[in-house]
């Protein structure tokens, strides 16, 4: 029985690199959520498989600046040409979409984490990497 225990423990505790992967990822989420300003440019993509077999590529570039504790904006530009914006300012919420000049405004006081989570939440609006605005990532990587 001994033996299985030490096995067991062994499995348990991860390897170096694994450990060094942990603290650079925590120092990160720690770096970010401290931050009062930062802002960074996103590309992402994903392909829709048709019922043909064939792939249709989508993506889009978002430029995201964030200034702490209650100020967020969010451009965004999609592959086919449609562009929107995103705008906290501490007291109203604004969704732009440029294309069909269609807007919202949302009267939402509080801060940056709060209107990011009802974004998400309530009015179910993507965000991709939102956890990483967050001031609390530190405890959701937990």
């Known amino acids: 029985m001994v033996p299985l225990l030490v096995a067991q423990e062994q499995q348990s505790t991860p390897p170096a690199s694994e450990q060094s992967a942990l603290a650079i990822l925590k120092n990160m989420s720690e770096?970010?959520?401290?931050?009062?300003?930062?802002?960074?440019?996103?590309?992402?993509?994903?392909?829709?498989?048709?019922?043909?077999?064939?792939?249709?590529?989508f993506g889009e570039v978002r430029k995201v600046t964030v200034s702490r504790p209650d100020r967020l904006r969010i451009e965004v530009e999609r592959s086919d040409g449609e562009?929107?914006?995103?705008?906290?300012?501490?007291?109203?919420?604004?969704?732009?979409?440029?294309?069909?000049?269609?807007?919202?405004?949302l009267s939402r006081q509080g801060t940056l984490d709060q209107a990011i989570k009802y974004a998400l939440d309530d009015l179910k609006i993507r965000v991709p990497l939102a956890m990483m605005l967050l001031a609390t990532l530190p405890s959701e990587l937990l």
Request: hydrophobic residues 35%; aromatic residues 12%; positive net charge.
């Open 83 to 105: 562009k929107g914006l995103v705008i906290f300012n501490g007291k109203d919420l604004t969704v732009y979409t440029a294309d069909k000049n269609v807007y919202a405004t």
């Open 31 to 57: 770096y970010l959520a401290k931050a009062e300003r930062f802002s960074v440019s996103i590309r992402d993509g994903y392909d829709a498989v048709q019922q043909s077999g064939q792939k249709v590529e």
